[in-house]
Nanobody, 121 residues
Framework: QVQLVQSGGGLVQAGGSLRLSCAAS????????VGWFRQGPGKEREFVAR???????YYADSVKGRFTISGDNAKNTVYLQMYSLKPEDTAVYYC???????????????WGQGTQVTVSS
């Protein structure tokens, strides 16, 4: 059973940056597609970014060019570096892992506990 533990997040002004981390235990990230989702106030959970350990990343249009997903095999950890943050990025962010290549919501097998990111204007 894989457990995902997130860290990072917090309050930042618009234009600032934050980095989220997601560490896996009880298994290895390398066997899964990994990624990030977010859920804003009153909104449904939405896809943010995903990566394959063999190479390749994919981003939602709303974050493309501002967010970067990366991973560290040795630390069994995935990161989401967020730059040029906007108030509309305010949400609870969740890391996720799944067996499917595409990591849609229905494909997620494991979720992190969620971490709040608040961007003030």
């Amino acid at each position: 059973q894989v457990q995902l533990v997130q860290s990072g997040g917090g309050l930042v002004q618009a234009g600032g940056s934050l980095r989220l981390s997601c560490a896996a235990s009880g298994g290895t990230f390398r066997t899964y597609t990994v990624g990030w989702f977010r859920q804003g106030p009153g909104k449904e959970r939405e896809f943010v970014a995903r990566m394959w350990w063999s190479g390749g990343t994919y981003y939602a249009d709303s974050v493309k060019g501002r967010f970067t997903i990366s991973g560290d095999n040795a630390k069994n950890t995935v990161y989401l570096q967020m730059y040029s943050l906007k108030p509309e990025d305010t949400a609870v962010y969740y890391c996720a892992a799944g067996s499917s290549l595409w990591l849609r919501l229905v494909d997620v097998n494991y979720w992190g506990q969620g971490t709040q990111v608040t961007v003030s204007s």
